[in-house]
């Protein structure tokens, strides 16, 4: 998702030079070819991401389109109050683009994850965010971003995602719709989508076919969107995020809202898994998020 | 207006009026009519509590009218108690929390830079908020990043919220500190209109400015006092204020 993102926004900022790309001095190997052909629209600003995301604010209030790139803990947390004052309260379009989002840096550590970021960038005024599942998902939401004035927050896997879509997608903020089962449905953001194909495998191999919605732009209107394709079904929504103030919460929320019929149930990365050191597949199986454990959940749910 | 909001920061707002009283005449090119142009220089208040002393300078300059000055702090009003940009051509960036300007004006600077524009930034911060990370930090970068259109004007007042500057976090040899980050530094009289002035012409590198400035100036009884960092004044002590503020100035 990274090497894509970086290709693409290369290809963006040939041919619009208020494109920039700054960075956290992260990103070897990945923006490269950025730095080397568009030297002029690239900024390493060091291991200080305070005044490089108030920096970001500065330039984007003069006109530049400034994405601002590092490993998922560093532009989040680290600067918090900047992003919420100096970009969102100002409204000034500034990119915050997160690589490697939950837990994408596994065996690095708690340090390196970035398990509680849509909670935290869903209460930020102004602020619109996407959470791609693959490289398609990622050019999609790169182009929405560019063709709204607005703060964004883009949530990156590290690299590697299967793909799940097939052709691009369009050129508005909508759910994506991988399969029309009529058995419930099983939906997720981010690249978590690659283990909820595989167990819906799992379950069309036991007679079961859910319908299958990717979510790569977060708000309300595409979560009311997923309730009215829902339809009354049950829900298993599925994120790498803990299940405090996700993605779960937020169809919570507003199906509470909307009186929502169905029932709906969460899975995502459990507290305890900070305990724990392993790869990303490791520690999301510990969450519960292996396909096996999707499909039994869901299972547990349809019944 | 601290008086009738009863919410104040009166004395660092007379501790800094000069400064902006001199960059919103001539030092600083930008006017109400140019308020929205790319090529305006920038003025960034980075010192957000000291809100009534830039609301006072950019209404008196035209930038709005001076009758909306009566909703600072009001309920419904326009202005709050730390600097809010909505609705106020001028005012570039909405502060409080300390630490935010400099890193937001190297932003600005280095657009200004990209673009091939002649235009400068102004920062105006506090000493206090010298303690912030943030400062260093965008120490580094503005020389990293050749950054000669950046000024930073420092008023050096010497007291932060609860006591002397020297006393809490020692910012002494000051002026050393910034060479060694390669600025160049130039400590003048921060209500001297001249020396500032004569300090904010001709750069060919990051510039900081130290304006030494007596906290709550103009005003005997809170000059120099840290009871006058915040404490509204009461109609007794306006009443006294203003009466030495006139006849300094007959």
């Given at each position: 998702m990274r090497n894509s993102f970086a290709k693409h926004l290369l290809e963006i900022a040939q041919k619009d030079e208020s494109v920039l790309l700054i960075t956290g001095d992260l990103g070897y190997g990945v923006l490269d070819e950025f730095q080397k052909q568009l030297p002029k629209q690239y900024i390493n600003s060091g291991v200080a991401e305070q005044s490089m995301m108030s920096m970001a604010a500065g330039l984007a209030s003069r006109g530049y389109r400034p994405f601002v790139y590092s490993i998922a803990n560093f532009p989040t947390f680290r600067c918090l109050e900047q992003i919420r004052n100096d970009v969102c309260y100002m409204k000034n379009p500034v990119t915050v683009v997160a690589v490697g989002a939950g837990l994408g840096y596994g065996v690095h550590g708690y340090t390196h994850h970035a398990v509680e970021d849509i909670a935290i960038m869903r209460a930020m005024p102004n602020m619109q965010i996407y959470s791609p599942a693959d490289s398609i998902e990622t050019n999609y939401c790169v182009d929405l971003i560019l063709a709204n004035q607005s703060p964004a927050y883009l949530r990156l896997g590290k690299g590697g995602e299967p793909l799940i879509n097939s052709k691009p997608l369009g050129a508005e903020p909508a759910n994506v719709i991988i399969d029309q089962g009529p058995d419930g449905v099983i939906c997720w953001t981010g690249g978590i989508g690659a283990k909820a194909l595989s167990a819906s495998g799992l379950l069309k191999e036991i007679g079961i076919n859910p319908t299958l919605i990717s979510v790569p732009v977060l708000s309300e209107k595409t979560i009311s969107q997923l309730l009215e394709t829902a339809d009354g079904r049950k829900i298993l929504s599925l994120e790498e995020h803990t299940l405090a103030g996700g993605f779960g919460s937020w169809i919570l929320e507003v199906a509470a809202d909307k009186g929502y019929s169905g029932q709906i149930a969460r899975l995502g990365v459990t507290r305890e898994t900070n305990t724990q050191i392993g790869t990303q597949n490791y520690l999301l199986e510990y969450s519960g998020l292996s396909p096996e454990a999707i499909s039994s959940k869901f299972q547990e749910l349809l019944n | 207006m601290t008086h009738s909001a009863q919410s104040s920061h009166v004395g660092s707002a007379l501790s800094v009026v000069d400064i902006l009283a001199v960059l919103y005449s001539?030092?600083?090119?930008?006017?109400p009519e140019t308020s929205d142009s790319p090529d305006r220089d920038c003025v960034i208040f980075s010192k957000g509590h000291a809100a009534s002393a830039l609301y006072a300078v950019l209404a008196l300059k035209g930038f709005y009218p001076l009758s909306l000055l009566e909703g600072f702090c009001a309920d419904g009003g326009q202005f709050g108690g730390h600097i809010t940009h909505h609705g106020k051509p001028g005012v570039e960036l909405s502060t409080g929390s300390l630490g935010h300007g400099l890193p937001y004006g190297l932003g600005v600077a280095l657009s200004q830079k990209k673009r091939g524009s002649s235009a400068r930034t102004f920062v105006v911060m506090s000493d206090g908020e010298c303690d912030e990370g943030t400062t260093w930090e965008s120490a580094l970068l503005a020389h990293q990043f050749g950054l000669d259109n950046l000024t930073v004007i420092i008023d050096r007042n010497r007291i932060q919220s609860l006591t002397f500057t020297e006393d809490t976090v020692a910012l002494e040899p000051f002026a050393d500190k910034w060479r060694a980050f390669n600025w160049s530094v130039r400590t003048v009289d921060g209500h001297s209109y001249e020396e500032l002035s004569d300090a904010l012409e001709n750069q060919d590198r990051p510039l900081c400015i130290i304006a030494e400035t007596t906290k709550g100036k103009g005003v005997s009884f809170m000059e120099n006092k840290v009871l006058w960092h915040y404490r509204p004044p009461s109609s007794q002590d306006l009443e006294a204020a203003l009466l030495e503020l006139k006849s300094a100035n007959t």
């Open positions: - | 001539g030092s600083a090119k930008v006017t």
